[in-house]
């Protein structure tokens, strides 16, 4: 790991990331943590009909506030991390699009970032920015639950249980070698296939009445059909999970394997990181675009709002 990348506005919620940065920084032998801020174009909030219009005078404003803010951190940066090479950019345009070049032209392998706040300003510029950056780079996201409310976590950057989703294809695997970089291989790493039950109904006829008794018989069929093509779902997904975990154990990582039966992957992917105490959960994202998901894939849309620990994801390279 090189460069790690911290979007930042000026909240204390957003610099709740800082720390988990630094200390990874730290652990991982990284060149710098790169702090990012972005100012937007100010738009006059008296407009209230049809587009805004430019404010040159809250523009100026905002600008001399955020030079100021970037001055202020220039200075704090070195005294929290003094053994850290740190660096603070200072950009001006659309939030996203100016942190992602940022990214691709930085070369950061790793982008730290607060994002999971219910309500109020910066959460809601957060979440929009890591929603951005999900669907415009291949750099994974560490996501930060908010602990702007309570002390800095004495552990920040260390994650001992480490939770990865995957399913049958190769993509969801992607996912592992960012968690080993950043958990690293003392870490205990548990993978997890959600096996989802497909239930098979015929369709209906316009010209058939079902009787009560064939419903239960076609019932009963479909039943026997679908527990045949559960068991064998779930064997196939066991022998795919053995055959990863054993190749993540011969390079000395310790694993543990999970297979769940649920209808809904996120509930279950959820209730195993609590019940096995993850201090961590690492997934790709199957992104659709954006006029289908507000943040990029369904279940990581519902695992990162609902995770009460970091989650690590990326879009991976091949959809």
Same mark, same amino acid.
């Given at each position: 790991m090189r460069v790690i990348l911290v979007p930042v506005d000026g909240s204390p919620l957003a610099e709740t990331a800082l720390p988990t940065a630094i200390a990874l920084a730290r652990r991982t032998a990284a060149?710098?943590?790169?702090?990012?801020?972005?100012v937007p174009e100010a738009a006059d909030p008296l407009a209230t009909s049809g587009a805004?219009?430019?404010?040159? %005078?809250?523009?100026?404003?905002?600008?001399?506030?955020?030079?100021r803010y970037a001055a202020a951190l220039r200075l704090r940066l070195p005294q929290m991390a003094p053994d850290v090479a740190t660096g603070v950019t200072?950009?001006?345009?659309?939030?996203?699009e100016r942190l992602a070049? %940022?990214?691709?032209?930085?070369? +950061?392998?790793?982008?730290?970032? *607060?994002? +999971?706040?219910?309500?109020?300003?910066? %959460?809601?510029?957060?979440?929009?920015?890591?929603?951005?950056?999900? %669907?415009?780079?291949?750099?994974?996201?560490?996501l930060l639950r908010?602990?702007?409310?309570?002390?800095?976590?004495?552990?920040?950057?260390?994650?001992?249980? @480490?939770?990865?989703?995957?399913?049958?294809?190769? $993509?969801?695997?992607?996912?592992?070698?960012?968690?080993?970089?950043?958990?690293? &291989?003392?870490? *205990?790493?548990?993978?997890?296939? @959600?096996?989802?039950?497909?239930?098979?109904? &015929?369709?209906?006829?316009?010209?058939? $009445?079902?009787?009560?008794?064939?419903?239960?018989?076609?019932d009963a069929v479909d039943s026997a059909d679908t527990a045949e093509r559960l068991s064998a779902k779930r064997d196939a997904a066991v022998r795919h999970v053995a055959a990863v975990a054993e190749r993540l154990r011969a390079h000395g990582v310790q694993v543990r394997t999970h297979i769940p039966v649920h209808q809904s992957p996120a509930e279950a992917i959820l209730a195993y990181a609590h019940e096995s105490g993850a201090s961590?959960?690492?997934?790709?994202? +199957?992104g659709r675009g954006a006029t289908a998901r507000l943040l990029i894939?369904?279940?990581?849309?519902?695992?990162?709002?609902?995770?009460? $620990?970091? @989650?690590?994801?990326?879009?991976p390279a091949h959809r």
């Open positions: 060149t710098r943590v790169d702090a990012v801020i972005v805004p219009v430019a404010d040159a %005078r809250l523009d100026h404003d905002l600008r001399v506030e955020s030079e200072l950009l001006h345009g659309r939030p996203v070049t %940022r990214v691709l032209a930085g070369g +950061h392998d790793l982008i730290v970032m *607060t994002t +999971h706040g219910r309500s109020g300003i910066s %959460r809601a510029w957060l979440g929009s920015v890591a929603d951005g950056l999900l %669907r415009s780079t291949l750099t994974p996201l560490l908010d602990v702007s409310a309570a002390a800095p976590p004495a552990n920040a950057g260390s994650f001992a249980t @480490v939770v990865i989703p995957i399913d049958d294809g190769s $993509v969801s695997e992607e996912i592992i070698a960012d968690a080993l970089a950043v958990a690293g &291989p003392e870490a *205990t790493y548990h993978l997890v296939h @959600v096996v989802v039950p497909v239930r098979w109904l &015929p369709p209906p006829s316009a010209f058939e $009445v079902v009787t009560a008794g064939s419903a239960d018989a076609a961590l959960i690492a997934m790709t994202s +199957h894939g369904s279940v990581a849309d519902k695992v990162v709002r609902g995770a009460t $620990v970091p @989650v690590l994801v990326r879009v």
